[in-house]
Structures are given as C-alpha cells and as structure tokens.
C-alpha cells in the first residue's frame, strides 16, 4: 500500500496527463451566456432589490458574489444553499435566476457578480457576469418657506428644504410653469431670489426635489405688498360751468379719493393745507352738505400704506359758485339770438321787398305829362326808374317870373330835344348873348314851324319874340321836372 507522499509524489505527473488530454476539448467550449433582464437596478431604501439573470436553464450551479466578494449563496441540484454573511443577514432569497435582497440599505450599492457552472452541457464552460445595484434614499420633508412680508422693490428669497433624499435634484415652478432664470431670478442652491421685486411676483411657488427613485413637491402663496400709487381723484355730479365752477352753493359735493395699494391704504383730506374733519371722510369719499363759496379752494387726498410706510397724494381745486351756466345752456342762448338775428333780417327784407312793389305799383300809373315821354324810352330806362326811391317825390316847378325880371335874366337858346335814353340832359355852357331879336332855334323850329316866323306880324319886336320864348321854356322845365 502507497503512502499519500509517494501519492503526491506522482500527482503532478497526472495532472499533467489529465490536462494534455483535455486541452483540445477545451479550445472548442464557449463560455455560458449571461444577461440581466434590469441594469442597473434602481431602488429606494426599504424596499426590495430584486437581480434576474437570464441565462441557459439546464446550468449546473449559479452563484451569487456581493461587491466585497462574499459568497451569497448558490442554487444548486434545484435548492438554495445560502452563505450566513452578517452583512445580509436575513435579507437574501436565491431562486433558480434570481437574487432578493430585502428590505435593502443604503449600504447594499454596488457591482453584484453571478458564476453559471453549464456542467455537462458540452461546447460550454462557467462565465460570470455583474450588474449594478443602486440605493437611494426617498425624497421626504420637503418644505417651501417665503417671506412674510415681501415689498415691492425689495430682494424677495424663497427657500426649499427637505428633511430625506440622496442625489437629488431641484425645479421651481410659479402657477405650474418653470420658472428660468433671468436678470432678476437667480436659483442659488435650495433658495429662489428675486431682486428686485415686484407686484406681479406674487402668486403660488412650487420647489420639486427629486432623484431617481422619488420625487415630493412642495407649494407655498407668496404675497407681495406695494403701494400706495398716485391717488385718483373723482368729483360726483361735476357742473361743469362756463367761465369755471364746479359746484353751485347749496349743493352736496362728493370727492371721491381712490389709489391701488396692497394692503388697502388709509385716506386723509386737507382743504388749503388745513385738515378736514373725520366725520366728512368715509374711507376715500369725502362728503360736503349746502356747501358755500367760503368751501372753494384746493383739495388734497393724502394715501398711507401702513406695511409698506409709504405715502402718495394727490390734489384738485374746486370752485363753489352762486350761478352756474352749463354748456348747453350757453349753446341755447348762442342759438336763440343766432335765430332772432336771422328772423329780423328775414322781416327787414321782406319789408324792402313789399316797398318796393307798391313803389312799383305807383310808378305804374299814367301820367299825362310824361306819358309821351315815356313810351318810346327802352326797357333799360324803365328799369333805372323802377329803381328809384319810392318815397321821392317830385320837385316842384320854380314860380313863374315876371316879363320885366325875365328881360334882365342872359339870353340862351333852348336846349335841345334830347334822346329819350339820357334820364338827365346834360347841361353845357351856352354863350352869352346880347339882348335883341331871339333867333328861332332848331327846337323851335320842330315844334312850332318856319311858316309861323313868316310874315310881318310875327317879326313886329323883340317883345314878342321874349314873351313866346319864355312862356316855352317855363313849359319844358315844368315837362322836364315831371320827368324826373
């Protein structure tokens, strides 16, 4: 009987020959095929890491390796045979294909190996493979604070906290849309700053705090104070007056003060820098009753934002009168005497009008000594007549002058028969003549005829001659001033 050295002694030389006849079959396996159906797994702490493998189902033995290198456990002969590791502890389910890990830690992250033995399988040998295993901590506590008071203008900062996470990350949103940043957001670790801020600032925030197994969202309403703005001044039942007045005396007058501000500001009156008393103001309405001339002056509405200490005003002079033409009613008077005017000149009118009929009517008439005259004048005569004053009345013929005055007056011939067309002879300078025998004139002529100078007793003296030639020319002036 051999001893175990003589044994050992001869071992290596059949370690050689096992291994010489094994080689060939060796070169000619491929190794087992292995696959992860998740990787990397991703899990919250608490809850359970399940790793499954995908690989051939006939393998002889699959073991489990932790990122330390500690054995598992192996499913083997179709049961689990597990490896008490104080690490896992209670927490480690081998199936065919499976590792269970639960409940996990936070420490449990890492590279976990699996080792398939194919054992018979011809043209295969063992293979490994690893997967990640990744454990995060929920996201929980999250918290969003604002400023109790924010004032417009000012650096207004929000701040995001949470109480549980690992690798997590933040997004901020106002009303459910992003909030980036720009010249007055900056996000700075877990805090929003606005600077500086402003009235539209105000509303519903948001702060999301996730990583890649959780995420918790946080909302919180932040209130922005402003104001006062410039106060708004408006008067009820403004008169309006022409030539300025805003209210008559007897009446009640209203100035109503508003003004945006955030909380609402408190008002207060000053008339010509005196103050007006409480009972007259009701929250920005200030109420005067049978107000006097006396209450005309300047008003001044004052607003005070008792958050944000600031104040506004804003002034208006009203002017209290006795008597107080509006504007339509000046525009009736303008109309009622625009019409009167109109109705006089239409009545001034109307008269000349009918004056002149009745003129026309009573130059008309026939007239024995113009008749004559007058029929053979143009329409452009008549017309120069019809013109003529109607009030005008005929110039009376110069008296008759005796035989001896009118021997003393200078001789002129007659005038001559005009044309009917001329209304008025034109009067020339006749020569003077000495006083003799009165030559018979062309007039003459046509009027009484050369057969009445013949004879002896026509041509008996200058007397007689005189006499007829002034009782004619007494009778063409008398038939010329009754023309005209």
């Not at 060796?26 to 790793?51: D, E, H, K, Y």
């Not at 650096?155 to 690798?167: A, K, V």
């Not at 500001?265 to 920005?284: E, I, K, P, T």
């Amino acid at each position: 009987m051999k001893t175990l050295s003589e044994e050992m002694h001869y071992a290596p030389v059949v370690l050689c020959l096992l291994a010489a006849a094994a080689w060939p079959a060796a070169l000619c396996q491929n190794p087992v095929p292995i696959q992860f159906q998740t990787s990397p797994v991703l899990v919250r702490t608490g809850a359970a890491a399940v790793l499954d493998v995908i690989t051939v189902s006939s393998a002889l033995s699959i073991s489990w390796v932790s990122p330390s290198g500690i054995t598992l456990g192996l499913w083997v002969g179709g049961q689990a045979v597990l490896n008490n590791a104080v690490q896992y502890t209670g927490r480690i389910t081998i199936t065919a294909t499976q590792l269970q890990i639960s409940p996990v830690l936070l420490t449990d992250t890492g590279n976990y190996t699996v080792i398939v033995d194919p054992g018979s399988i011809v043209g295969m040998r063992k293979s490994s493979g690893s997967v990640l295993l990744h454990v995060f901590d929920a996201v929980a506590g999250v918290k969003l604070s604002v400023p109790p008071v924010a004032l417009e203008g000012s650096n207004i900062s929000l701040t995001c906290t949470w109480t549980m996470g690992t690798e997590t990350s933040m997004s901020w949103t106002k009303g459910g849309t992003t909030i980036s940043p720009d010249y007055r957001i900056t996000v700075t670790g877990n805090s929003l700053v606005i600077n500086p801020g402003n009235r539209s600032d105000a509303g519903g925030y948001s702060c999301m705090v996730y990583n890649l197994v959780s995420a918790t969202t946080a909302t919180a309403s932040l209130t922005v104070y402003y104001g006062p703005d410039a106060p708004v001044l408006q008067q009820n039942s403004q008169a309006n007056c022409v030539g300025g007045g805003q209210a008559v005396v007897g009446q009640t007058l209203q100035l109503a003060c508003t003004s945006v501000s955030l909380p609402p500001a408190l008002f207060s009156w000053q008339q010509n820098g005196q103050s007006v008393a409480a009972d007259q103001v009701n929250g920005g309405v200030l109420t005067l009753q049978a107000i006097t001339t006396n209450q005309s002056g300047q008003y001044v509405c004052m607003a005070r934002n008792v958050v944000t200490t600031q104040t506004a005003k804003q002034s208006i002079g009203i002017t209290i009168v006795k008597t107080c033409l509006s504007v339509g009613a000046v525009a009736g008077i303008v109309v009622a005497c625009a019409l009167a005017v109109i109705f006089i000149i239409i009545g001034i009118i109307l008269l000349l009008c009918c004056r002149n009929r009745d003129s026309r009517l009573r130059g008309d008439k026939p007239n024995p000594s113009s008749a004559p005259a007058t029929q053979n004048q143009p329409k452009q005569t008549v017309q120069a007549q019809k013109t003529q004053p109607p009030a005008r009345r005929p110039p009376t013929p110069p008296p008759v002058l005796p035989l001896s005055q009118f021997k003393a007056l200078p001789r002129q011939h007659l005038p001559e028969k005009r044309p009917v067309q001329q209304l008025r002879p034109e009067r020339k300078p006749q020569p003077k003549r000495s006083i003799g025998i009165v030559q018979p004139s062309p007039h003459w002529n046509a009027v009484h005829g050369p057969a009445h100078m013949q004879g002896p007793a026509h041509m008996q003296g200058p007397a007689h001659t005189l006499s007829q030639h002034h009782s004619h020319m007494q009778k063409q002036v008398f038939r010329s001033r009754m023309r005209y």
